[in-house]
């Protein structure tokens, strides 16, 4: 007889796709009661150190009341407007005008979303139109980096570069093209950072060039490469291949779904790169988790050409919760926090967490460390002079997700024997340490 358990219940009848279509190997699910600040407790009482924020998301923390308070206020007052058409609230035109008004540039106008990866496929859509009112429609190619993770919906996991996102799905090709990783770890022209973003220009000219420059029309960056394995692009090298797409007039679209919102220190990654991209994909942290919402963001020349296109007619694009009231509200909440404290806080423990982690280097797993801010990584090998991967048995990111869960500490563990870290920003200096403690406890007894 099975047990009504709440793991049984889930194994049986809630799909997760990455993990419950695995069948014998499925480990059952972990659930979470309840969470407070940077910590989460587990259903068998035990409270662990989120070090991935959920996921890359949680950035204010858990337990906010202010936060809740938000929601439950405009629950109460008004729980739903459409934003479909010229129908609307107050919290989503403040909260749009608030984001205009921090966004590098003219990146003025805003288009919300229910999360990242409608995001990315919203930006697909009105990239399209653009080019078809500027009377360009051929340019219908994208072209985004290696290792790129865009989201799951057909047209952004057709720009996600990771093949278990393609794989058994039939995601159409023949629209999207790749250049290489700039992984500085394992690249194969060397560490250099100089010679990495050379070699990215110049392969982005060359597919540019080989596509046909009329037939380009947008080419997708990460900030900072997250789901790949948090990979840090050489410094200068997002302005690089930003002032490439410029001189083919090739829109750049930056997906800040996971730097944005402090995660890398300033409110969003660009501002640290010095760069003003046409149109800008957020989610995670502008709720911070508590309720789904995403954010397009697209700079004067992109609305101004859609709506001299559109002319008298409709824009057909539009989801029934786009600017829902709640999720803005609680965006207004997220983004006060921030700035009353928070993104301080994330900067100072950004330093500390990448300072900490650094620290193990000399330890005889870690061949590599990396990051910014509040996103870090720590790779592993087993001998640091051939950057050999772990042995399989040791690998599976299942293992080192279980192992550093018995030491308290929730981290992704990515199947190349990648330590991802995204804490939430307001994590203690005591937090941040007991993070680098357990994650050489776990290297420890993987060593073992
Ligand atoms: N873009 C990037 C860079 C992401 O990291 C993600 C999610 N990890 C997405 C898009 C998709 O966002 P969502 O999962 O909210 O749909």
Redesign the pocket.
């Known amino acids: 007889m099975l047990s009504n358990s709440l793991a049984e219940l889930d194994r049986r009848h809630l799909i997760h796709p990455v993990s419950s279509f695995r069948g014998h190997e499925q480990r059952g699910v972990r659930i979470l009661t309840g969470g407070q600040g940077a910590t989460v407790t587990d259903s068998e009482g035990r409270s662990l150190i989120d070090g991935f924020a959920g996921?890359?998301?949680v950035n204010a923390g858990y337990g906010h009341e202010s936060i809740v308070e938000a929601a439950a206020e405009q629950m109460r007052k008004l729980p739903y407007a459409t934003g479909y058409f010229d129908l609307g609230a107050e919290a989503p035109i403040r909260l749009a005008a608030a984001l205009a008004e921090r966004a590098p540039g003219d990146l003025n106008h805003v288009y919300f979303t229910?999360?990242?990866?409608?995001?990315?496929d919203s930006t697909i859509r009105f990239i399209r139109y653009y080019w078809h009112a500027k009377g360009q429609p051929g340019r219908d190619q994208f072209i985004s980096v290696a290792n790129?993770?865009?989201?799951?919906?057909t047209m952004?996991a057709g720009l996600?570069a990771l093949p278990g996102f393609h794989d058994g799905f039939g995601v159409p090709y023949d629209w999207q093209h790749k250049i290489s990783s700039h992984y500085l770890y394992r690249n194969p022209l060397g560490s250099d950072p100089q010679v990495v973003t050379d070699a990215s220009v110049a392969e982005l000219r060359a597919k540019i060039e080989a596509i046909g420059p009329d037939r380009v029309a947008a080419f997708y960056v990460?900030p900072i490469?997250?789901?790949g394995g948090v990979l840090v692009p050489p410094q200068g090298w997002v302005k690089a291949m930003r002032d490439l797409c410029a001189e083919y007039g090739v829109l750049f679209v930056a997906?800040?779904?996971?730097?944005g919102f402090g995660r890398t220190g300033p409110l969003f990654a660009c501002q640290d790169e010095g760069i003003v991209p046409d149109l800008m994909?957020t989610?995670?942290g502008l709720t911070s988790g508590y309720v789904?919402m995403?954010a397009v963001l697209m700079r004067d020349h992109v609305y101004e050409t859609i709506a001299d296109g559109a002319g008298a007619k409709a824009v057909g694009h539009g989801f029934t919760y786009s600017a829902h009231p709640v999720s803005a509200a609680v965006a207004l909440e997220v983004l006060a926090l921030y700035e009353g404290g928070l993104l301080e806080n994330g900067r100072r423990a950004g330093a500390r967490l990448q300072a900490g982690l650094e620290s193990l280097r000399d330890h005889p797993l870690v061949g590599d460390v990396r990051g910014r801010g509040m996103l870090a990584a720590v790779e592993l090998v087993v001998d640091k002079d051939a950057k050999t991967p772990l042995p399989p048995e040791v690998q599976p990111a299942t293992r080192l997700f279980d192992r550093a869960w018995e030491q308290g500490l929730v981290v992704r563990s990515f199947a190349q024997g990648i330590f991802g870290y995204a804490p939430p920003l307001c994590c203690t200096d005591e937090q941040i340490d007991q993070i680098v403690a357990r994650t050489r406890k776990v290297l420890d007894l993987t060593l073992e």
Do not use: F, R
Request: glycine share 22%; aromatic share 6%.
């Open positions: 996921l890359w998301c229910l999360g990242g990866s409608d995001a990315v790129g993770y865009h989201g799951s919906t952004g996600t990460e490469q997250g789901s997906d800040e779904v996971i730097t994909t989610a995670k789904p995403g």
